[in-house]
């Protein structure tokens, strides 16, 4: 069963707009971490930000921020006066700390592929 | 430093052919990763090695086999691949296995099997 989902396939924007991904996770464990990663063009997933289940602080870095929910299970992302070079597919990921068989596991969503044009 | 390196880049080879995928990483990372991603899809665990173990084998056809030499180098060896296993091949590297560590990942091998 997918335990993350990424219902946005794509979004477009034009620059300078404010874009917001959204993610929501299912899990039964009380510890997991929730991750985003963006992947350009040439393929190498980048690392943006990791979130433990026992810390609801929003965060803020630069031009993104995140606001985790676990009321809602969600963790959503957002790209603030988005630029070209944010076009990338960003994934949202869940690492899961106590059910056995996904232990260890980074479990990915689909995907959503922003598209920001000048 | 939070770089993970991989070679070759682009790898295109035959179905008869024996290749092999290589990854590389000085962070002193204990586990290692290999994923397999195919277009417009989400990297699809491999393989897991933690201290040069392997830990994790999610079912993966024989035809690829890891190698693990030491803590820094991981390998992955291609043999009689299948046109289907043209993909993105990515490495990644982390503290441990544990959950709460972050996975870095390498640029990828694109891979095309004619």
């Known amino acids: 069963a997918q335990k993350v989902t990424q219902a946005q396939t794509e979004i477009s924007v034009v620059e300078k707009e404010d874009v917001t991904l959204d993610c929501v996770y299912e899990t039964r464990d009380t510890t997991y971490y929730l991750f985003w990663y963006k992947q350009p063009p040439s393929g190498e997933l980048v690392f943006l930000i990791r979130?433990?289940?026992?810390?609801?602080q929003n965060e803020i870095s630069g031009r993104y921020s995140w606001n985790f929910q676990k009321s809602t299970s969600s963790f959503n992302f957002t790209i603030t006066a988005s630029q070209v070079v944010d076009s990338a597919v960003y994934f949202c990921?869940?690492?899961?700390?106590?059910?056995?068989?996904?232990?260890?596991?980074?479990?990915f969503g689909a995907g959503t592929q922003v598209v920001v044009t000048p | 430093d939070t770089e993970v390196t991989q070679t070759p880049k682009h790898l295109v080879m035959g179905m008869t052919n024996k290749k092999s995928l290589k990854c590389e990483q000085h962070?002193?990372?204990?586990?290692m990763y290999w994923y397999k991603q195919k277009a417009k899809k989400p990297p699809e665990l491999m393989f897991v090695y933690s201290y040069e173990k392997l830990s994790i084998n999610e079912s993966v056809p024989s035809r690829f086999s890891p190698e693990c030499p030491n803590s820094s180098l991981l390998n992955l060896h291609l043999h009689a691949l299948q046109p289907e296993d043209s993909a993105l091949y990515l490495c990644?590297?982390?503290?441990?296995?544990?959950?709460?560590?972050?996975?870095?990942f390498g640029p990828g091998t694109r891979l095309l099997v004619l």
């Open positions: 979130r433990n289940s026992f810390d609801e």
């Open positions: 962070m002193g990372h204990r586990a």
């Open positions: 990921a869940l690492s899961e700390a106590e059910t056995t068989d996904s232990w260890g596991k980074l479990q």
């Open positions: 990644a590297s982390s503290q441990d296995d544990q959950s709460r560590e972050t996975q870095y």
